[in-house]
């Protein structure tokens, strides 16, 4: 696609239950980023992609969290027994390994833990 | 973690001032970017500099890398009202790996 599509745009879940937030990258995007950004604060990052393999995850608050990217392409962030700490927006963003160049970024889904 | 700091933390100007915001890092890196945040939601990537690079333009934007001090700034001339948004610095220490995000600036411009 042109962009990077982010799904679904807002979510809200209640404490405990289990949720997966989608990206979709721009076409021939070999790197693919997940990032969390709370109120008031700059993103934080969670794990890269690079093709299909996860090239670092050391972002993942804990073992609660889990990425998958099963063709290269699209990716979900997993997240299980959601806590309320973990509502923030969370950020998709790609880019070509070809060359260094910067971020494109998705609209980012807000999540909400009630 | 956040690797760099903004200052100012909010700036408010007129239309056509110039607005500077500074960034500073704590580690070497390898390539410095900014980034446009408007409502909270995706960001717009804005402009690349490289560890070997002093100054860079864009349109309206210019930035400058001090690797010696650990800082940049991002100067905007000649401000419209649609420039209004939060700015972010990002560093990479190597080519094609994380960027870490800096705290931001809330830039507000009045017509």
């Known amino acids: 696609g042109a962009g990077v599509s982010q799904t679904p745009s807002n979510k809200v879940t209640e404490k405990g239950k289990y949720v997966e937030l989608r990206c979709d990258p721009i076409?021939?995007?070999?790197?693919l980023y997940w990032y969390r950004q709370s109120l008031g604060q700059g993103p934080e990052f969670l794990i890269y992609?690079?093709?299909?393999?996860?090239?670092?995850d050391s972002g993942l608050p804990n073992d609660r969290f889990f990425a998958v990217r099963p063709e290269g392409s699209v990716s979900t962030l997993k997240i299980q027994r959601t806590e309320r700490g973990d509502s923030a927006v969370y950020l998709c963003?790609?880019?070509?390994?070809?060359?260094?160049?910067?971020?494109?970024f998705g609209s980012g889904t807000r999540l909400t833990v009630v | 973690s956040q690797q760099g700091e903004e200052d100012p933390q909010a700036l408010s100007i007129q239309e056509g001032e110039n607005a500077t915001m500074n960034c500073s890092y704590k580690?070497?890196?390898?390539?410095l970017q900014w980034y446009r945040q408007n409502s909270g939601r995706g960001l717009v990537h804005l402009i690349l500099?490289?560890?070997?690079?002093r100054e860079k333009h864009s349109g309206r934007l210019r930035v400058t890398l001090d690797t010696s001090k650990k800082s940049s700034s991002l100067l905007i001339t000649a401000s419209r009202a649609a420039d209004t948004a939060s700015y972010f610095c990002?560093?990479?220490?190597?080519?094609?790996?994380?960027?870490?995000f800096g705290t931001g600036t809330r830039l507000l411009v009045s017509p």
């Open positions: 963003a790609s880019s070509p390994l070809t060359r260094l160049y910067g971020y494109t």
């Open positions: 500099i490289r560890s070997n690079e």
């Open positions: 076409s021939g995007h070999t790197a």
């Open positions: 992609f690079q093709g299909t393999g996860a090239a670092d």
């Open positions: 580690t070497s890196i390898n390539n």
């Open positions: 990002a560093t990479g220490n190597t080519g094609f790996q994380k960027l870490v």
